[in-house]
């Protein structure tokens, strides 16, 4: 395809868009496929997990996956925390390691979540990942397949920032 064909589609598809409104704007987000929204290295450096946003045909949810790179091997493995139960805006979650490097930790503004789980900022706790064993908890209002997230879980764990539960 020529770079003048190519500006032409494009430009087709971003006034498609416009014309639509939010209907196309989700099917030009299918188009351009996932995309990392924040990334985080472990404490030894040999892992880095990636929050990707995975298109979504509902306006009012957030399709998230936990994607980590094992960089030594240069494997990966995607991590798939509850469904349709993460709210906008973008960029108000973040990855919190343990400080061993053995717990990945899912936080954020705006989740939909079953239990109040407050860190001192505001923040809660949503996704815990434990990666020597792969099992995985999660904090989340909709039905999932993994085991509910609980304050006790996160207490026991020394993480790399300060996570403190605040009852509410």
Known sequence: MTGTRR??????????SAALGAGATLGLQHLLGPRTTTTRLSPDETTR???VEVPSRD?????????????ETGRTTDLTPGRDDKGRPEGTERLIWSKDGT??????????????LFLDNGDQAYFLHHLPTGRGWINS????DLPPLR??????????E??????R
């Not at 306006?59 to 960089?71: I, S």
């Not at 209002?141 to 999932?144: F, G, K, L, Y």
């Open 7 to 16: 500006l032409a589609t494009w430009a087709l598809v971003v006034a498609a």
């Open 59 to 71: 306006p009012t949810g957030r399709n998230l996956l936990v994607r980590l790179e094992h960089l």
């Open 49 to 51: 997990a990636r929050l």
């Open 103 to 116: 717990y990945l930790l899912l936080v954020g503004r705006h989740f939909y979540v079953r239990d109040d």
């Open 141 to 144: 209002a909709e039905p999932s």
């Open 162 to 167: 300060p996570v403190t539960l605040q009852p």
């Open 151 to 160: 304050a006790e879980q996160v207490r026991g764990i020394e993480f790399t």
